[in-house]
């Protein structure tokens, strides 16, 4: 009887061991990890329009300074000012102007035109404001040839509620209209290329630093004139392309100096070179209220 | 006697020694107890998470009337106008789809393998299509995209992003759990029915068809209705080849929005009335999954006690 007690015990003393160990060791990756704390990286989040080009930036930035870490998230201009507000991120990326109840401060970092494109094969050339606010109401215009193109019906692409390129569209084109219910949504610049591409009918609206490029290169999408005026970095600039936004970062009061220096970067003559670089439209250095 | 016991050693809980000793005398009943804790605490996130929806979701419901926001068909979240109509509709009309295809895949593969397979043969196949249900469901959406939906377009009209496109990438998202669900039940079916069946003379079609497949009835209803709701539930996948127009489909070329592709696109975007807005749509949808799952059971518990 006594035995089995005393291999019973044996058999609990090792455990107890074992146990101590694993708990010990958890507890120490688990310090491990968080002492990497001490060098807390930057949080950069907001709009997926400007996602490709704060990433870029932030690689940049990090080559140059080793000892800072600056990450970039995604999310959406309504996520980024949020998370801004509640201190998650340093600086929150927005790619419309502020409304009035969002109290924060906010710098200009590049302009962005919204460009308007449709399949390669699509013969239409551009369209009047007038013309692209009513394809997408979708009542009065609703096939191709009413706008003097082949006989296809409209597919139009939107972005879903929320998004800042949405918010964007609405403001310079919709104004206060609604966007018809029959235009799909998609939820990210790259979903929206992807069926302007393969899609004869399609029209659709996306950041025109992200389509630029590519589009010269592999000519899959067209980007339409509006009001007669092609997007190029001079009409942008000059405000003559009527759909301008701006890029903004946003922050909450005077932010930390490791995220001030990030945004001095992206200010900085090589930071505004890489942006014109890759299709925006350099910043005038001005704040917007 | 044992009242006693646990009396005494509730007395001396705080002396180490005398709990050690309690935790030797009742080792089993301990061992039971901390089992009982944690099999609580699976049943208990279920109950935080039902709580959690309804809290968040029930206050917009009820301010709406629930008519207006199951029946309206205006969804303008920026506006305060939330009405869901057009995505419940389209979450029915997918997951519809889905049952057709994955249903009549799923159940003639049961078939074929139990009836007409080689038995070499199903060791290799019925492992190679539970497989599919590892496969993750971006991958399906991706295929979807790349090759369904381009397919739909050119040869039967609309935008290729459509109810059709979700439903086949769907039906196959389900097949595995339709296929293994109805080859167990039709694994139940006591053979004497089989055996019976051949000596009276009748084919193998015959055998499968009047009396495997009548036998088994109720197994494989349940089987289905547990892909259904794998269908409804199902998120990536449709926001990819679904389309997701606020505007009620009028054919299965027609794009829709389901209730989980609405949640998933608007959430990250989402504050205040529109945020709760979409945990109402969480709580219409957790109401049909329950809803299913619940005829589900019931009919395989009418089966289990139709065999007794």
Known sequence: MSNISDLNDKRTTRMRVVMIVMVTVAMATLCLSCSKDTERPINVIGSTSMQPFAEMLSQE??????????EVQGGGSTAGIEAVRSDIADIGMCSRYLKKDEALDSVTIALDGLAIIVHHSNPIQELSLQQIQDIFVGKTITGWSQVGGRDLPIRMITREEGSGTREAFMNLVMHKVRISRKALTQESNGAVRELVRN?????????????MGEAKILGLEKILGVNGIVPTHATVSSGEYPLVRPFLFVTKGKPIPKA???????????GQTMLEMEGLVRAKQQVKP | MIEQQVGASTVFMLNYQALRGFFYRHRERTIALVLLAIALSAIASLAIITLFIFKEGLPIIVRMGLDRFLLSSDWYPLEGEFGIFPMIVGSLAV?????????????????????FCPPRAVIFLKPCIELLAGIPSVVYGFIGVMFLVPLIRDYLGGPGLSVLASSVVLGVMILPTVTSISVDALQAVPPRYREGSIAIGATEWQTTHRVLLKAARSGIVAAII??????????????????NT?????????????LTSNIALE??????????????TGVILFVIVMFLNTIALTISRNRRSDKK
């Not at chain 2, 547990?226 to 389309?243: D, K, N």
């Not at chain 2, 489909?249 to 389901?258: A, E, G, Q």
């Open chain 1, 61 to 70: 930035f990090n080559k140059r300074h080793p000892d800072a870490n600056v």
């Open chain 2, 246 to 258: 606020l505007e009620l489909p009028h054919s299965i070329l027609d794009p829709v929005r389901t």
């Open chain 2, 95 to 115: 997951t519809a789809g889905a049952m057709v295809i994955g249903g009549t895949l799923g159940l003639s593969c049961a078939i074929v393998l139990i009836q």
């Open chain 2, 226 to 243: 547990l892909g259904m709701g794998r269908a409804v539930g199902e998120t990536m996948a449709v926001i990819m080849v679904a389309g």
């Open chain 1, 199 to 211: 899609d004869p009918a399609a029209i659709g609206y996306m950041s025109q630093g992200l389509v």
């Open chain 2, 267 to 280: 959430m990250s975007y989402a504050t205040g009335d529109h945020r709760k807005a979409l945990f109402a």
């Open chain 1, 260 to 270: 001030q220096e990030f945004i001095d970067f992206v200010l900085s003559e090589p």
